[in-house]
């Protein structure tokens, strides 16, 4: 007598399915040309850091709209000479890109970002509110 023709199926999906949820408690899973970062909440401001290794800081583009910081990175290894005999070469043009999606408002014109040993980090100001209390007349 046969087994469940689906068994191997659902030990497969069983295994994916665990590897999702660890995935999910580690901190997140990581998705091929993706850049990993780190978004911080402070009181103040939103600090994000992105490990880009190997990246020149020309190489980088940073913008933001419509309250998503948008990083690309894109780098090319021109460093090939006429005479070399590659055995294998992967190293040829590199680029990843990241979409973060911030739950408040920024002040633009504050924004700060800094590359230094392969991590970018970017400073976000959250926008104040400004709200001042004021004694009101009553007449």
Known sequence: MRGNPFEEIEEMLDRVSKQVEEGMTSGGLQVPGSVPVNVVDTDEEYVVTADLP???TD???LTLSEG???LDAEREDDHAHEGDRYLRRERTR???SRRIRLPEPVEEE???AGHENGVLTVRLPK???GETSREIDIE
């Open 68 to 70: 998503t910081l948008r």
């Open 110 to 112: 504050s924004i700060t």
């Open 54 to 56: 190997g990246y020149e």
């Open 94 to 96: 590199t680029s990843v």
């Open 127 to 129: 926008v104040t509110t």
């Open 59 to 61: 190489d980088i583009e």
